[in-house]
């Protein structure tokens, strides 16, 4: 095979060591190296004292971190690999043949690199998704108070749509404080809520102990402490897209993405989408949100989607869920294969409808049209017809079809 890179660096990284292997025409040459920064310094000067001219390591947990980023302000191109694309060969695997397998295999230009965003991008990253986590971790805690309230054989929950509320907020204080008399509980009942006051106090009137009274006074202090983080996060990231709100409108014009969606997503494929996917056949496929390749003798079989960005994936697919009901081209979409192909399929097909959507959006510079609810019925006019018309002849009914009139 041809060397395609004369002087190349592979580096087997590990939570407190890496090992390292150059190969230039001189020869070849590995070292050991501590993970800690001044360490990680005298690697990337040994590394420019060969006169390598690029370096690839394997995408480990989060451990090609600290070295990409010394690696960026450095004249070196760094190359960040999916572990499964270069696997070593059987019975050899130690981490000094790793090394040296990953020098050769760059040498000699066998190995893709994965995206690597830049990093004020990789920044931005790690508060969205930081913030979703938080986010999902208030939700939970939202769940936990519906169990505790069970345990105290409280109902407010079969009462009002949510629990946290304003007016079901000042009754879980009330409660949290020592009040338990269910008509004063059910006074602090607002504006519509007011009507349900009867229903309140049976479901109000309950059996709750102290330790169950410092749950709701604990919990509820959590959901304050997680909502200001969040907000001081929704800042951070709102400062930091400020170049960027016209990208955000675009994706925020599609339905069932608000703005908290349009920036995770952004956050995750990058805003320049043109540069980095040739495709939104590409950008669907690094997402993990398209089917999985099983052909055999001309056959092609059933298959998983791939493993992509989880994150992403994710939060699509949560979108889907709520666009169920919605009567647009997408609600049509998601309801039309959920009832060939159940929910899961559904969501990942209006994932994957929803990303090329977006990369369209965001390289033509346009805003959201929807095709209507309609789409897929006019698309399948004739087939709805004919079915229609054979299912009448067979149970004897002469029918006669007359085109409508154009208006």
Known sequence: MDVIIERACGMDVHKDNITA????????????????????????????????????????????????NLLESEEIEFLVVNAQHIKSVPGRKTDVKDAEWIAKLLRHGLIKASYIPDRNQRELRELVRYRRSIIEERARQHNHIQKVLEGANIKLGSVVSDIMGVSA????????DGEDNPEILANFARRSMKKKKEEL??????????????????ILKHIDFLTEQIEMLDSEVEERMQSYQEDIERLDSIPGIARRMAEQILSEIGFDVKKQFPSA????????????HNESAGKRKSSKTKKGNKYLRSALTEAAHSVSGTKN???????????????????????????R???????????????????????????????????????????????????
């Open 21 to 68: 292997c150059i190969i230039t025409p001189e020869g070849k040459e590995i070292k050991t190296f501590s993970t800690k920064t001044v360490f990680l310094i005298q690697l990337v000067d040994w590394i420019k004292q060969h006169n390598c001219t690029h370096a690839a390591m394997e995408s480990t947990s989060v451990y090609w971190k600290p070295i990409v």
């Open 169 to 176: 907020r000042d009754m879980l204080n009330a409660i949290a």
């Open 201 to 218: 106090e049976l479901a109000l009137k309950g059996y709750i102990h102290s330790h169950q009274r410092l749950m709701l006074k604990t």
């Open 281 to 292: 056949s590409h950008m669907c496929s690094w997402s993990g949100v398209v089917p999985g």
């Open 329 to 355: 081209y997408l609600g049509a979409l998601y309801r039309s294969t959920a009832s060939r192909k159940g929910r899961k399929r559904a969501g990942i097909v209006f994932a994957h409808a929803i990303l």
């Open 357 to 407: 959507i977006s990369y369209y959006l965001l390289t033509r510079k346009e805003m959201y049209v929807d095709l209507g609810e309609d789409y897929f019925d006019k698309k399948r006019q004739q087939s709805i017809v004919r079915h229609s018309l054979r299912r009448l002849e067979s149970l004897g009914y002469t029918v006669t079809i007359q085109e409508p009139q154009a208006s």
